[in-house]
């Protein structure tokens, strides 16, 4: 069985607040999608909307929504992550994502990090479905997991699927067997089983579920995959 995360793209803490109360029981962890408007067109909180919020939780005077039962995944679609990494630490993450698209530096930054971090924090490294992944096999010792991108254009929810992470999986899967993948973007009921079959550990759904009518039954029609 896959293990489902639900993928946010918040434009404001309130999203945040609504979307995990809307999954909180239902599964274990949340992905939060960062963007900057550099690397991606599209901006998301705390780049936009109040940042209140924001400036609570790094004081620790507040946490995330339902911290004690949600962890959370950032996935960084922002410049060079690195330079914001202390910033959203104070978030509390249990995971974070770098693309190495947008983080060149990414395998100094891994095989330099504090040892504190690496016991207790998941790393992942993105790749795009035009980037050869020749370009992280020098990187994907130094992480926990490898996320494949199931889409071209990155950073905005509902986009067509795109063929070749199929092929992307499927070569990671034999170079690296035993590496966690996950994929993000364009999962639905259609293209998860393939996803699956080509070797995926994770899937990221985020439009085909906050779209549903039914969203804990949404969610309990990936699991039961």
Known sequence: ???????IMPKKFSDIEWSVAKVNGMVKVVQLDIMDG???????????GDTGEFDRIEKEEQGMPAWESIEYELDLMIMDADKEFEKFIKLGPKRIVF???AMPQVKEFLE????????????????????????????????????CMGIEKIGY??????????????????????????????????????????????????????????????IFEFKSL
């Open 99 to 101: 693309h190495v698209e």
């Open 157 to 218: 929810q509902g986009q067509l699927f795109d063929e070749r992470v199929l092929d992307q999986i499927r070569a990671l899967r034999e170079h690296f067997p035993g590496c966690i993948l996950s994929v993000d973007g364009a999962v639905n009921e259609d293209t998860a089983p393939r996803l699956i079959a080509a070797g995926a550990d994770r899937l990221v759904i985020g439009s085909v579920l906050w779209k549903s009518d039914d969203i804990e039954e949404k």
């Open 1 to 7: 069985m896959p293990q489902i995360i639900p993928a």
């Open 112 to 147: 330099n990090l504090d040892p504190y971090y690496r016991e207790n924090i998941e790393f992942g490294i993105a790749i795009n479905t035009t980037t050869p992944i020749s370009t992280i096999a020098d990187t994907v010792r130094l992480v926990d997991f490898v996320q």
């Open 38 to 48: 550099k690397f991606v067109k599209n901006t998301s909180w705390p780049y936009v």
